[in-house]
């Protein structure tokens, strides 16, 4: 497959984070040598079928929907397939008749939470398949977050061996359709994934927590909400600018405030400790994904 192409993709298990995927790359934000010419996707029902086809109606003339039991025939004619279903269903979606067959040759995609590209060599080529031979999967992991639907998400990617230069190209464009795209070193990918993936759930519960001190305090949580949300994006985004997090906080923290009043109140939660020990739970329960 070369790099100056127009893909055909297909979107297996197309949830969420699938929709919003596929939305960002059948409208690129920017022209490239790549583009897409047809997207199919599968899913699980046709209620799911009828949500895909209305969220991406603009682009009906390049979109087929399928349901999942024709994920064969969507793989077969695409040359690169996204694996976006959940990935307890993974063992199923790869047992089809000719699944694995059609996937050799393909640029695979995959966002399935804690698969590795390891595992996916497994699915794909068995259990005495080589990462490192000649016939290894063209594969690559990533994690994107939930902001793809507004194409703010970070997503962090990572290659199975012998994945070519071309292809990284491929799957660097298609993720930086929806935000930012990093690759780095599958070693280091479960924590960094779900600080990445998780961080948005865990500021969202402080966010909410914030609110409910407000409705405590006799304000309406929808007037006061977007003041609480605007203050943390616009805090949030001091620190790309340059400002170290712990110093960002203690310029906040002036003596005798308020600010330190509250922070002290945390630590005396053990909140900070509490964050720290949950993302390395979700780390480790990444880690262990691929074994279930």
């Not at 209305?54 to 009906?60: G, I, M, R, T, V």
């Not at 280091?188 to 998780?198: E, K, L, N, Q, Y």
């Amino acid at each position: 497959m070369g790099i100056h192409t127009q893909l055909t993709i297909a979107v297996i298990g197309c949830g969420t984070l699938g929709t919003a995927i596929a939305a960002g790359i059948l409208s690129p934000k920017e022209r490239t040598d790549l583009e897409v010419h047809h997207l199919t996707a599968t899913v699980g029902t046709e209620s799911s079928k009828r949500r895909v086809e209305n969220a991406l109606s603009q682009h009906s003339s390049r979109l087929t929907v399928l349901t999942q039991e024709r994920n064969v025939r969507a793989v077969w004619e695409a040359d690169v397939v996204l694996l976006a279903m959940n990935p307890v269903k993974r063992a199923d979606v790869f047992a089809a008749l000719g699944f694995r067959d059609i996937l050799q040759g393909k640029l695979v995609l995959s966002i399935m939470a804690g698969i590795t590209t390891k595992a996916l060599n497994i699915l794909a080529l068995g259990e005495d398949s080589a990462p490192d031979n000649e016939s290894a999967l063209q594969c690559v992991r990533a994690m994107p977050n939930m902001a793809a639907k507004i194409r703010e998400a970070v997503t962090l990617y990572t290659a199975g061996s012998g994945t070519t230069k071309e292809n990284l190209e491929i799957a660097s464009w298609v993720f930086s359709q929806v935000g930012e795209a990093h690759r780095i070193p599958e070693s280091s990918f479960d924590i960094c994934a779900v600080s990445v993936g998780c961080a948005g759930s865990l500021l969202l519960l402080a966010i909410d927590g914030l609110l409910d001190a407000a409705v405590a305090e006799g304000v309406k949580r929808p007037d006061v909400q977007n003041l609480v949300v605007n203050s943390a994006i616009g805090m949030m985004k001091l620190v790309p600018a340059g400002d170290h997090v712990s110093v960002l906080r203690e310029k906040i923290a002036s003596p005798g405030g308020c600010s330190i009043r509250a922070l002290l109140e945390l630590e005396k939660l053990g909140v900070r400790a509490a964050f720290t020990t949950a993302i390395m739970a979700a780390a480790e329960k990444s880690k262990h994904m691929s074994l279930s």
